[in-house]
């Protein structure tokens, strides 16, 4: 069972707590704050508590498998681990690209530029596409039951977030994000289709 357990933290804790520390990293501390009147805040942290509910319940999932399972990981959970680093390494490298202009709900700082580097040069909003690369990858190693409301919950709330947080820079910004939004793609448009921002 030790080894297990080390599988598990080392497999995923460790990627899980090199993000949070990439986070504590690239994020100055000021933007960990409250905003203040240099921004316009449209939208705070609300909704993604779903994200953090589906997370831990996943989190937990994936640990049970790992530690308590004596079974070998089947070719699915390898497929989900690896969605699981991807997630994690696409967050960590969106975190670096938008340092300072990071805010977990939607904000428009005054000095705010469109990040154009990194993922940001053909991905908007990688961070939400991290977190759901997280969670399916998760999600590999927990019963259906379990999964599959886990996904679709975070998979409705990205789409949500995206549309909403794309209508709201395009309303705050004006042309500089309607070019960016013409050259880039996100997982709505992948899905789906790209729609107008109204």
Not at 46 to 60: K, S
């Amino acid at each position: 069972m030790s080894v297990h357990v080390f599988s598990f933290i080392l497999g995923i804790l460790a990627p899980y707590f090199t993000e949070q520390y990439a986070y504590s990293r690239f994020i100055p501390a000021a933007n960990k704050q409250v905003a203040n009147n240099t921004q316009t805040v449209s939208q705070g942290y609300g909704w993604r508590f779903i994200w953090d509910i589906a997370y831990l319940i996943l989190f937990i999932g994936a640990g049970y498998r790992i530690i308590m399972l004596t079974a070998a990981l089947s070719i699915w959970e390898w497929l989900g681990y690896f969605c699981f680093l991807s997630g994690v390494a696409l967050r960590i490298w969106a975190l670096k690209e938008i340092g300072s202009f990071y805010d977990p709900g939607i904000a428009v700082k005054s000095d705010h530029q469109m990040i154009r580097t990194g993922p940001y040069r053909l991905l908007r909003h990688p961070l939400h596409l991290g977190t759901l690369l997280q969670i399916s990858g998760l999600a590999f190693f927990s019963p259906i039951w379990l999964a599959l409301p886990a996904v679709l919950a975070s998979l409705w709330l990205c789409l949500y977030l995206n549309h909403t947080e794309d209508v709201i820079h395009s309303r705050l910004l004006g042309s500089s994000f309607n070019s960016y939004y013409s050259q880039t793609w996100d997982i709505v448009d992948l899905i789906f289709w790209k729609r107008g921002l109204e």
